[in-house]
Nanobody
């Protein structure tokens, strides 16, 4: 069983930055491809935001966040981060990190173990 615990998030003004953290523990074996970030805005479906291969560091981003968000990992600490810069009001959502066995970052159905979610609100 894999456990995923998130931290970070909160309220920030447009143009500001936030960093989300994701701690993965348990049976996160080499069968897994990596850890991704998924968000759900009010009234919308969940959408894939970013994914990192936790072995070789390959990263993927949705076009809407490319150049503004950076996903990284610290394998020694079993942590994955999502650094969010130049935040926009449309980034407001609940953000989840989740594990996946596949490199298909946008396919939300492929994520299996999920964190509890953290609210990000971008507002002036």
């Amino acid at each position: 069983q894999v456990h995923v615990v998130q931290s970070g998030g909160g309220l920030v003004q447009p143009g500001g930055s936030l960093r989300l953290s994701c701690a993965v523990s348990g049976e996160f074996t080499s069968d897994y491809y990596g850890v991704g970030w998924v968000r759900q805005a009010p009234g919308k479906e969940r959408e894939g935001v970013s994914l990192i291969n936790t072995r070789d560091g390959t990263t993927y981003y949705a076009d809407s966040v490319k150049g503004r968000f950076t996903v990284s990992r610290d394998n020694a600490k079993n942590l994955v981060y999502l650094q969010m810069n130049s935040l926009k009001t449309e980034d407001t959502a609940v953000y989840y990190c989740a594990t996946t066995r596949f490199p298909y970052w946008s396919a939300v159905r492929n994520y299996d173990s999920w964190g509890q979610g953290t609210q990000v609100i971008v507002s002036s």
